[in-house]
Every structure is written in structure tokens, then in C-alpha cells.
């Protein structure tokens, strides 16, 4: 007979943006460590139905499975840390259990009944939870927002009535709070962790664990307070200080005693944990042996790097297979229109741009203005989603003779618009998971930079786009020395561009760092990043030479 599923709530208190989404995923990560098959869900409060209108300066990334759902940003935390693929089972809303529930009542399931929070709403969060869960030894489940928000009762409610259904033994609550440092009274304060806690009572449910952020770690006095006062074990006050790198983090976890305090609670029995590989990964961030290479990233959303968060890490991914350093130097296109691309971009001490997916018209001659100083000057390029879109208009205007060209997204009234609709989206009147989304084939051209990346003739990747090269123009295009380097099985989309005439410029209309994870980083971005090393060592062995022929000192100058 098949063992049941057991579940680990984690919930959080003090402050939003605690760190939930990370600590499900390093206790996913060490309990995977220990043999057993994990998954994890999210479940976010907020009455829209997915994130996928959302702003990402308000919620941050929209984070895209394979079977095309538009998730939280931490189901990319779930997969860079464990190893399971995420799908649309792996995250709902409040707007999705509401929709279902109504849906049900106006069909009649209801048999007449008043439909009510408990229990109609509150099934309904539950049958998800153990969907998502089926088939798993564990689930963790992770409750979006912060304890004592009104909007977050019924998904609370849902899983003490979870614990009472399947067992203290089949279920455990950790909560994760924030212990401040006052730096006036230089001491660390407990009383919005107690607050926090007896929140939680209020509610009916007793963690098991409590996890205590802090910005430096705190001692054994502060942490048999925080048990006294929350009636939690002393071995189960668990300290996550601020690290290095988030990849420390399951180290960190585990030298707490984490993972030996939930298999304890889950009456599990299982291994030390095999913890070599996250050893090794940080290693590599903290002691690279090749220097650093600087990348400029070059959006509209920079003010808020979470709207980024799988595209920064990726990236790490990629220096971590370089074994460098990665600084990100984070630049507003409307910048560059303000002044110019010499002022903005070249100013700075870069080895390589990228171009990251967005949305709509502002900042996007800016954004055509660093692709074209990228192409000019033969500085390693990728440009992603929006990215090769911004890049074909650039070529088409100014290598392939095509004036005026640009996308229906900038300027639908526009004469050559090199970028539009798919034929599919042409009528669209709803935006809300309208646009290609999921998991498409791609097929690569025999000989091209990407194929030699992949080692592979066909790929899947990722999609979240509703515009693709207009083939009209692919003919006058390919002529003047773009290549389609990927393409549909059936030739009819443009996935991947390349250019003949450089040493490493890619275009791709997916988003590769949905699929990357610092044990296996994606081969773009291990691609991109051995570029930028190779543009910024032949960029100092220049001005080296430089340097040596001159008298002049200040003739060090060169390629600033």
C-alpha cells in the first residue's frame, strides 16, 4: 500500500517578504538531501486569479511552468532548489478557489445549501492542497502573506482543519518570523515573534518550529526566550541569519538542526542528508578562481530587482559554471533616451548586455539604442522574450534597410512592423492567460552558436509572449545576416536569431531562466557568461598592450 502524504504548513508573521518561499524551498532541498520525494505549493491570498496581470514592480516576477500557468515568483525558488517540476497544481489563488466554488454553486453541487466560507471554501483549499500533493512523501505548503491579514483566514483555517484531518504525526506547522536589531539599544528584540506566535494561536494552530530572521545570527539566550514565550522547543527555534548567498542557506538550515527536528515530528526515519553538491555551489560563489565579469541588464522594471529573480539567478547559475563573481549593473532604458547610450552604457566598465522580457512601449528606443552599441562594438548580447524582439527591430532598421521598422506593441499604425500578433491573438479582448505560454518545441539549425551550446538538434522551452517575428520580413531580414537559429517544428515561429557577423549575439523568444538551477545551469547563460569572460580578458590584454607602447600613463585610458 502507498504511504500517505505527511504536509509542512509554513506560515509568517512581523513583516511580508520574510523569506517563505526560501526556507520552503532549502527545507524541500535538505529533506530531498535525505532521499525522500518532495514537492511544494504556494497559496496566495490575493483575489486575482493568477499574477499574470499583475504589475512586476508590485508582486515581482511571473514565474512560468511547463503546462503554461502564470505562478508566484516562489514556485522558481521550489524548482532551483529541488528537484521536481512545477505545474499549475503547484500554486492558486483566492480568485481561483472562489472561481471553482461559484462555478460549483451555479452548476447546483451544492444541493441547495448556503454556500459558506466553512466549509464550501475552505474544501475547496484543502481538495487542492492534497491534488497537488498526491503521489509525494512530503508537501510543503506555503501560505502567502502575512499572519493576521484578513484575506489569509480561510487558507489558515484550511490547514488546521488539514492537521486535525490526517494526524500530528502526518503534519507539522513551521512559521517563519523576523527578530529586529535595534541598533540604538544595540540588542535584538523577540516581542514581534511572540506577537506573531500568539497571532497564530488566536487561529488554532501551534507551530511546531518557529525560523527566526535576523540580520546576524543570534544566541542560545534569545533563542530559550523565543521558546518560553511561544511554547515551542527550544531545539525547534531555528535561526536563518543573512548569508552570502541564498545557496548557503541549506547549510545553514542544516547545521540548526532543521531537518532533524521535522523528520523527528514526521516520525520519518531516514539518512544524514548528502549536502556535497550545495558545498561545492558555494564554494564557487564565495572563492571564484576567475575574477568577476560585470553584465549590464538593461530594463524598465530595475527599480525592483525581484522582478528579475529567476533572470539574476540564472545568470549566477552561469557564473557558478564559469567559476566567477557576477555583478549586475542594472540600467533604465528611459535613461538612455534621456541622454544617450555613450553617456549611460559606455561610461561603465561592462562585459556583456542583456536585454530581459517585458511589456509595452516605455523605455523601448532604449532599449534599441544598447543593442545596437552591443552590436557595434562586438559586446557579447542575449536578449530574452522582449530581448530578440528589440534586437530584430534593431537590425531591421539599421543593417537590413527597413525604415521606420518596429513592433504592433510600440506602434500598431506603423508601416513595417517587423514584430506582431500572433495570428491566434489578433481578436484577444481578455489579457489574462492570453498570450503563448507554456512549454514549445524548438528546433535548431545544425552548425549555429545555440545548437553547439545545447549539444541537442531540439529543445523545449518555456514561453510568456504575445508577439513573434513577423515572417513577411524573414527573407529581407536573413539576407542582411540575421539567423534564425531556431525555429518551430513546422518553420512558421522564430524561437532563437543570432548574427553572423559577431562573436556571441542571441535572441530568444522564450525564457530560459525558468529551466536553469545552480546544480544545473542552463547552457545560455553558461554560454553568456564564457563570453563576457573571454570580451573582458581580450578588453584588458588590449589595454595592457596599449599601456606598454605608451610612455603616456594616462594613456590607460583606452576602452573607456
Known sequence: MARSTKFIFITGGVVSSIGKGLSSACIGALLEARGLKVTAMKLDPYINVDPGTMSPIQHGEVFVTDDGAETDLDLGHYERFMNVTMSKLNNFTTGQVYETVIANERRGDYLGGTVQVIPHVTDEIKRRIREGANGFDICLVEIGGTVGDIESLPFLEAIRQMRLEVGPQNAIFIHVTLVPYIAASQEFKTKPTQHSVKELLGFGIVPNVVICRSEEPIDSKLKKKISLFCNVAENCV????????????????????????????????????????????????????????????????????????????????????????????????????????????????????????????????????????????????????????????????????????????????????????????????????????????????????????????????????????????????TDAGLVTSGVSPDDSLVEMIELKSHPWFVGVQFHPEFKSSPKNPHPLFKGFISAALSFRDKRNSSEKVTYSQSSDPTSLAVGQ
Open 238 to 477: 531555528i535561526n536563518a541569519p543573512d548569508v552570502g548567498t541564498i545557496y548557503e542557506l541549506p547549510l545553514v538550515f542544516e547545521s540548526e538542526g532543521l531537518d532533524d527536528r521535522i523528520v523527528e515530528s514526521l516520525n520519518i526515519w531516514t539518512g544524514s542528508p548528502n549536502l556535497s553538491p550545495w558545498n561545492k555551489i558555494v564554494k564557487s560563489v564565495v572563492e571564484p578562481k576567475r575574477g568577476k565579469v560585470t553584465i549590464a541588464m538593461v530594463g524598465k522594471y530595475v527599480e525592483l530587482v525581484e522582478s528579475y529573480k529567476s533572470l539574476t539567478e540564472a545568470l549566477q547559475h552561469g557564473a557558478i559554471a564559469n567559476d566567477c563573481a557576477l555583478e549586475i549593473v542594472y540600467i533604465d532604458s528611459e535613461e538612455i533616451e534621456k541622454t544617450s547610450v555613450e553617456s549611460v552604457i559606455g561610461s561603465q566598465t561592462i562585459d556583456a548586455i542583456l536585454i530581459p522580457g517585458g511589456f509595452g512601449s516605455r523605455g523601448s528606443e532604449g532599449k534599441i539604442l544598447a543593442a545596437k552599441y552591443a552590436r557595434e562594438r562586438k559586446i557579447p548580447y542575449f536578449g530574452i522574450c522582449l530581448g530578440l524582439q528589440i534586437a530584430v527591430i534593431e537590425f531591421a532598421r539599421n543593417v537590413a534597410g527597413i525604415e521606420g521598422a518596429t513592433s504592433t506593441e510600440f506602434n500598431p499604425d506603423s508601416e513595417h512592423k517587423v514584430i506582431d500578433f500572433m495570428e491566434s491573438q489578433r481578436a484577444v479582448s481578455r489579457k489574462g492567460g492570453s498570450m503563448r505560454l507554456g512549454a514549445y518545441p524548438c528546433v535548431l539549425q545544425p552548425g549555429s552558436l545555440v545548437h553547439k551550446l545545447y549539444g541537442s538538434k531540439e529543445i523545449s522551452e518555456r514561453h510568456r509572449h504575445r508577439y513573434e517575428v513577423n515572417n513577411t520580413y524573414r527573407k529581407q531580414l
